[in-house]
């Protein structure tokens, strides 16, 4: 049997509550990816070109994240949720999947969103891991039910 990790980056509990009923859905085990020096509400002011986040996504910086997933080896399948910013996902996103080695693991990606689709934080994302990995195509769960989630999961086949 496969063991499964919804690891997940959210600011304002849309991709955490999303997060969440994928992991019951598919009986995984849960991982936030948290940043070591966390967002204020300033940092993550997008109209703010001098702001935190403003600046991360066009420096393409990598902030450090606080703690780590314990046993990473263990896990087989790994979906990993963002809120999509400036058609991308977060940088933090980034420094979660270059910290572990997924050769041979399948990776999932989800997002939410105001508006922008996930194909291009997707694109970039899926560069960031092993040639072996195995990339499955992702899904942007904006508003969906709990029935709406499990019926996506069931169609993974996980």
């Keep these: 049997m496969s063991k499964i990790l919804v690891a997940y980056f959210s600011c304002g509990g849309d991709t955490k509550r999303v997060a969440e009923e994928v992991a019951a859905a598919c009986g995984a085990d849960i991982y936030e990816i948290k940043p070591k020096v966390p967002y ?6 997008w109209k703010d070109k001098d702001s935190r986040t403003s600046v991360e ?8 994240i606080e703690g780590s997933v314990h046993n990473m080896a263990s896990y087989d399948k790994v979906l990993v949720g963002f809120p999509v910013w400036w058609y991308m996902a977060p940088m933090i996103v980034n420094t979660f999947l270059e ?4 050769s041979g693991k399948t990776i999932v990606p989800f997002a939410t969103s105001g508006g922008s689709d996930i194909i291009k934080a997707e694109a970039v994302l899926k560069a960031r891991c092993a040639p072996d990995t195995e ?4 899904k ?3 508003g969906v039910s709990a ?4 019926a996506w999961v069931d169609s993974l086949g996980l």
């Design 135 to 138: 990339w499955l195509d992702g």
């Design 57 to 64: 996504m066009r420096a393409l910086s990598r902030p450090e």
């Design 147 to 150: 029935a709406d989630i499990k």
């Design 40 to 45: 204020t509400e300033a940092d993550l002011d």
């Design 99 to 102: 910290s572990y080695d997924f």
């Design 140 to 142: 942007l769960l904006n």
